[in-house]
């Protein structure tokens, strides 16, 4: 009885886990599948398999979108993990006074809107000439993720036991030795998974990316919605489309499972 | 003497203390001016430019008109309808997604075979692109001729529904609760799994039964981690853009604040309208985030004494 109800529960989170995945899974089929089979109806699960989708995406020059996507998201990190490390240490272990409101000033600039300063910097980008540019895009993309990384910066730098920074500081460690050789170290985990995050968050962003870039910088998001404008069957391309934007990610973040909750829960989740 | 030496040790450590705090305001700087450069002075030129009688079409006409920008804003008459919809489907898919997500971690709290696996499959479509899972669920779920949803209605003998242009709301909570549940899972699950065995195990010595358990113990035990993720859920569905950019495009009560304020300062030609307009929507986030989280936490403050 109690086995059966055991297997019962188990099937029924099966059944769940199905429904969520399946999508997913339907993209990842009517990637390789032609036109005509990805918008057969009844949908069909036996198929020819089919690259042409791929080939397709090629021939669009996806490549030059993905390089995009691919630069101003790392771009973006450095800058952030440039900005984000300093000021969470000084944050955490050498807190000053005010830090509150130093720390509410961080997130509330994430509540904000992002179409609200967006205005200015579309005309100011357009004076500049880089309407169009992946630099620009970056820097951009650092602003929008720079307060949740100091906050989950801090979170980790929180841990860090303070007897061994004042046991460093003690043995007149400088500043430098300090941060390099005993506070990273620690926190080098948490730091994978801030930057992380914000590679996520920069690779899927869609809205900044829409309105800053046309040609030259746009990025993999704003291509696959530009799909969608031919006539006829589009379905099979779509999904390759969508697959490969979305692959780096789904596959960073299947690995990183642990990390990346623990780094979005801001530290609060051990 | 010893006075001396005392007044003398203390100068050096207040020396010293500013020269720390010196430092850590010198690490913070960066970070700030970053900050401040690309966020905040371009929230003061909107509110500047808010003021300004300025078309595009007319570039060397600009001229300051105090507030009447804002009069026009509110007499268009679209900011109400588009708070509600930015309420109506952030505090839609943030409960569902949360109950869902909490059903969900109940379920993989257990062990099983292949727990991993689900979990893996489970947490997906929070990976997935937005805009990649906002094209497949448009044409390839919810569309009426090829999609998935239409195939399965029809095939259970019902009749197909337009699910885009009839029920674009609905559509638009689905694919966020969807695209939702499974972060909500993933903390609640951290939360489960951080309770102490020892607990559990004290409870079911004492005859309890799962049900009791889970009231009394279990869901106490997750107040916190359901509060981290209603906080973190609202910020970010609060400006949830693609489902409705690429969906929906703002029809059907969908239209909401960050949508609309997109339309008015991208697709019109009058900047000075499109600024107030992002002044007003900043505040109303503000107003709108602080009293849903607000009155959101209060039902669970009550909810935990009762």
């Known amino acids: ?270 | 003497m010893t006075t001396q030496t005392t007044a003398k040790t203390s100068v050096v450590k207040v020396e010293t203390q500013v020269k720390k705090a010196r430092l850590s305001r010198a690490l913070i700087l960066p970070a700030l001016i970053f900050s401040i450069v690309l966020t905040q002075i371009p929230f003061l030129v909107t509110i500047y430019f808010s003021t300004l009688e300025w078309n595009l079409l007319k570039p060397t006409e600009i001229k300051f008109t105090w507030f009447d920008n804002y009069v026009a804003v509110f007499e268009k008459g679209d900011l109400l309808p588009a708070t509600f919809a930015t309420i109506g489907i952030t505090s839609l898919a943030v409960v569902f997604s949360v109950v869902l997500g909490l059903f969900l971690a109940v379920l993989l709290d257990r062990k099983f075979r292949g727990q991993a696996v689900a979990r893996t499959l489970l947490i997906t479509p929070f990976l997935l692109m937005p805009a990649a899972a906002s094209l497949i669920w448009k044409h390839s779920m919810f569309d009426s001729n090829v999609g998935i949803l239409s195939w399965l209605t029809e095939a259970l003998g019902g009749t197909p529904i337009q699910w885009t242009t009839d029920l674009p709301f609905l559509v638009v909570v689905i694919m966020l609760t969807w695209q939702y549940t499974p972060f909500m899972m993933l903390i609640l699950l951290a939360g489960l799994q951080s309770q102490t065995p020892e607990v559990l195990e004290a409870a079911a010595v004492d005859g309890a039964s799962a049900w009791k358990t889970f009231r009394w113990i279990t869901l106490p035990h997750l107040r916190q981690y359901v509060e981290i993720a209603v906080l973190l859920g609202t910020i970010m569905l609060l400006q949830v853009f693609d489902p409705i950019a690429i969906i929906t495009k703002g029809t059907g009560g969908t239209k909401t604040l960050s949508y609309l304020l997109y339309e008015r300062a991208f697709v019109g030609l009058n900047v000075g309208e499109a600024a107030a307009y992002g002044v007003v929507t900043v505040l109303l986030t503000i107003v709108v985030a602080t009293v849903a989280l607000r009155s959101l936490f209060k039902v669970f403050i009550e909810g935990g004494q009762r």
């Open chain 1, 1 to 270: 009885m109690r086995k059966l109800k055991n297997s019962l529960i188990t099937s029924l989170t099966w059944l769940i886990v199905i429904i969520f995945f399946f999508p997913v899974f339907w993209m990842f089929i009517n990637a390789f599948k032609s036109e005509q089979d990805a918008s057969a109806i009844p949908p069909t699960l036996i198929f020819e398999p089919n690259f042409s989708g791929f080939q397709r995406l090629m021939d669009r020059g996806m490549a030059d979108y993905l390089l995009n996507s691919l630069t101003s998201s790392v771009l973006s990190t450095l800058i952030v993990l440039l900005l984000a490390i300093p000021a969470a240490y000084a944050l955490s272990i050498r807190p000053i006074k005010k830090i509150q409101d130093v720390l509410f000033f961080f997130i509330s600039t994430r509540f904000l809107p992002a179409a609200a300063s967006l205005l200015p910097l579309y005309m100011i980008f357009k004076s500049l000439g880089v309407l169009d540019n992946i630099n620009a895009l970056s820097l951009v993309y650092a602003a929008m993720n720079l307060p949740i990384a100091v906050w989950m910066m801090r979170s980790f730098f929180n841990e860090v036991p303070m007897e061994i920074v004042e046991a460093a500081q003690i043995d007149g460690a400088n500043f430098r030795t300090e941060l390099i050789r005993i506070v990273l170290p620690i926190v080098l985990p948490g730091i994978a998974a801030v930057a992380l995050i914000c590679f996520i968050f920069s690779w899927n962003e869609y809205f900044l990316a829409t309105l800053l870039t046309t040609s030259d910088a746009k990025t993999a998001p704003p291509f696959l919605a530009s799909f969608v404008d031919g006539r006829g069957l589009f379905l099979g391309v779509l999904s390759a489309a969508s697959m490969v934007a979305a692959l780096p990610v789904l596959i960073a973040g299947w690995i990183a499972q642990k990390q990346l909750v623990r780094g979005l829960a801001m530290g609060a989740v051990k």
